[in-house]
């Protein structure tokens, strides 16, 4: 981490939620590119809608950012699909070149036209990426690529427009690449030092160092599969 970041100009996309799963459960995964300038909030851009407040959106997940540059790498992996590998494609509302989970921190601040924002955490992918792009095992895809996006809080509201730049300011943590966190959340998973160091990570919200306290406590990695596969259809919501 000892190479200067650099600005990056950032695209803005924005989405309606609409029905998606196979129940019909609603989504706004489906983001579009956007060229005037959008107020940005404590909870996200103004314009921009979750299908599931409770699991997307909030203030730990205001703002999705997705490199542009990972497209690429999918195209190359699943070239049947190139044409849905597009900017917004993952929900991202902002996606740029140059940034990404290898030189990114948790708890980078960033300026962003007239706001400022933070690095809160990782994405942790869904089942909803199997439906989007028709592969159910893409959010495993995803997951094992560690190619998965972050989420922004939203520290100073402020207007951004297209193609402002993103501009690091401050970087508490350097020893924590989003890749680092990545790599203890899916592949050394129990190593009980870097799950301390997680949990005592206060820039992370709480339910990702609970998750470090709760593997330390049980010995044992939680269960992925509700996050992973789809609802079954004519399954019922659960609360």
């Not at 301390?196 to 709480?206: M, S």
């Amino acid at each position: 981490m000892d190479q200067p970041l650099p600005n990056a100009a950032v695209r803005l996309l924005i989405g309606q939620a609409r029905p998606f799963g196979p129940n019909g459960e609603p989504s706004a995964i489906d983001k579009q590119r956007v060229a005037t300038p959008l107020r940005l909030s404590v909870t996200g851009f103004v314009g921009d809608e979750q299908g599931d407040p409770s699991r997307h959106g909030g203030p730990d997940k205001a703002v999705h950012h997705f490199p542009f540059e990972h497209y690429a790498a999918w195209c190359r992996e699943l070239p049947d699909l190139a044409e849905r590998f597009r900017a917004g494609g993952f929900g991202e509302n902002i996606s740029t070149v140059g940034l990404t989970e290898q030189n990114v921190c948790v708890g980078d601040l960033f300026s962003l036209g007239s706001a400022r924002i933070q690095v809160a955490q990782a994405r942790q992918p869904c089942w909803k990426l199997g439906v989007r792009f028709g592969i159910p095992d893409m959010p495993r895809r995803v997951q094992a690529s560690a190619r998965t996006g972050w989420y922004y809080r939203v520290l100073e509201p402020g207007v951004v427009t297209p193609g402002d730049e993103l501009r690091l300011i401050d970087r508490p943590h350097p020893d924590w690449p989003l890749a680092r966190l990545l790599r203890h959340l899916y592949v050394d998973r129990m190593n009980a030092d870097a799950l301390h160091a997680i949990a005592a990570l206060a820039v992370l919200p709480p339910s990702w160092r609970q998750l470090a306290e709760q593997r330390l406590q049980s010995r044992q990695v939680e269960d992925w599969s509700r996050r992973l596969n789809a609802p079954l259809t004519g399954a019922q919501p659960k609360p």
